[in-house]
């Protein structure tokens, strides 16, 4: 049997004392923000038996929904930390909040903006028509950049830095 993480059952008064602090006023798919008290990175805090809670997974188990253990409530089409709507909301892994999620939402840190980058994006095109033009051997190119060889071969063969690309300007 696989194990939950669950809130404890939510009763009368403090479901009404939840639901009190989401603003569904924008309509069923539209994002419902919590009103409520906000830990410092914006999501919702809820207090239940004295714990404070997330409220997008409050609203996402009141509302049915299971995350089994490992999982994490995700936000899906509007990103919105503060958002209770369980349309929104989903059950995942943190492979998936930290990939095609982030990658989605243009949140992933890739290439230049990757707080450990050693290049840049045209650093990178460069490198790439070093080694294309064949005058220079990858260890060479990682010498003239100050990075390992290693690091060369994936970016040539498209391992690392996949997004940044030559474009080919043509005048007519």
């Not at 492979?95 to 990757?114: L, M, P, Q």
């Not at 095109?125 to 290693?150: P, W």
Request: charge should be positive; aromatic fraction near 8%.
């Amino acid at each position: 049997m696989i194990a939950t993480k669950e809130i404890p059952e939510i009763r009368g008064k403090d479901k009404d004392r939840f639901w009190s602090r989401v603003d569904k006023s924008g309509g069923p798919d539209a994002c419902w923000p919590w009103t409520g008290a906000k830990f410092p990175d914006g999501y919702g805090y809820f207090s239940l038996g004295g714990i404070g809670r997330c409220a997008h997974r409050v609203a996402f188990l009141l509302s049915g929904g299971i995350l089994n253990c490992g999982d994490l409530c995700l936000h899906g089409p509007c990103n919105n930390p503060s958002c209770c709507n369980p349309s929104h909301l989903s059950a995942g892994d943190s492979k998936k909040n930290n990939g095609s999620d982030k990658e989605r939402d243009g949140t992933k840190a890739v290439g230049s903006i990757h707080g450990k980058a050693k290049l840049t994006e045209s650093q990178v095109i460069e490198i790439r028509c070093l080694y294309e033009s064949k005058t220079m051997t990858q260890q060479a190119i990682a010498n003239i950049f100050g990075v390992d060889r290693s690091q060369i071969g994936n970016i040539v063969r498209r391992k690392y830095w996949n997004h940044a690309c030559l474009i080919h300007s043509t005048t007519t």
